[in-house]
């Protein structure tokens, strides 16, 4: 159990193109969702939290008009990268807290996603 | 602010044992995991300590110290696919926050 998918893997898109990236629990139920950006031989950092039905909850220094996030329903999350630029390239992660757990502290994650912008 | 430590790389010998520490001081706690990440993947869960003590699972344990703000996570008989990077993170208020963490390399 508490599986959480990725889609894509990974994306090669050129500069200035917007790239959508899907985050999904499989077999739980997610109110909450976390988006994780990790550079090379660099810990994760959060971006955003992803909160079902509200707007996103972004971190210090991350641009909300840039990276849009979309939490529709309890199992699917979207990262959109709008304009994307080389600077965004980077390792994309999602996690998802299980509410149906005790305590809901642990968040189980996905698999990433490559960017790469050309 | 939040702070966590770790160091940042660790050498090992297959077949030995490895104690990889971690302080923290960070505003709130609700509890402390500890995360394996190999290159290019996602990180997967180890372990999770909410009170003090040892907690032990297989190869692995981690122990909690709340008062030192302190945490190990120790690992047994060290095999080469051991090698990978060990994140500890302490939640607080629902947020997970990060060290950096420590490469661990494996030497046959």
């Known amino acids: 159990g508490a599986v959480v998918s990725q889609h894509p893997s990974r994306v090669i898109c050129k500069s200035g193109t917007s790239v959508k990236i899907e985050c999904r629990s499989l077999d739980f139920q997610a109110t909450t969702m976390f988006w994780y950006r990790q550079f090379p031989k660099q810990s994760l950092m959060l971006m955003a939290t992803s909160n079902e039905g509200s707007k996103a909850t972004y971190e210090q220094g991350v641009e909300k008009d840039k990276f849009l996030i979309n939490h529709a329903s309890l199992t699917l999350s979207t990262l959109t990268v709008t304009s994307a630029h080389p600077e965004d390239s980077s390792f994309y992660i999602c996690?998802?807290?299980?509410?149906?757990?005790?305590?809901?502290?642990?968040?189980?994650f996905g698999p990433g996603t490559r960017l790469t912008v050309t | 602010g939040q702070n966590i430590d770790q160091p940042t790389e660790m050498t090992a010998t297959e077949g030995a044992i490895v104690q990889i520490n971690c302080t923290y001081q960070?505003?709130?706690?609700?509890?402390l995991f500890w995360y394996q990440q190999h290159a290019g993947e996602a990180p997967t869960f180890l372990s999770y300590n909410v009170l003090d003590g040892l907690e032990e699972k297989g190869r692995f344990s981690s122990f909690l110290s709340r008062s030192k703000g302190y945490s190990y996570l120790l690992l047994k008989e060290l095999q080469m696919k051991d090698s990978a990077s060990y994140l500890c993170?302490?939640?607080?208020?629902?947020?997970?926050?990060w060290g950096a963490g420590t490469k661990l390399i494996i030497k046959p």
């Open positions: 996690s998802a807290r299980d509410i149906g757990t005790g305590e809901g502290y642990e968040q189980y």
């Open positions: 960070t505003s709130g706690f609700n509890g």
């Open positions: 993170a302490v939640t607080v208020n629902y947020q997970l926050i």
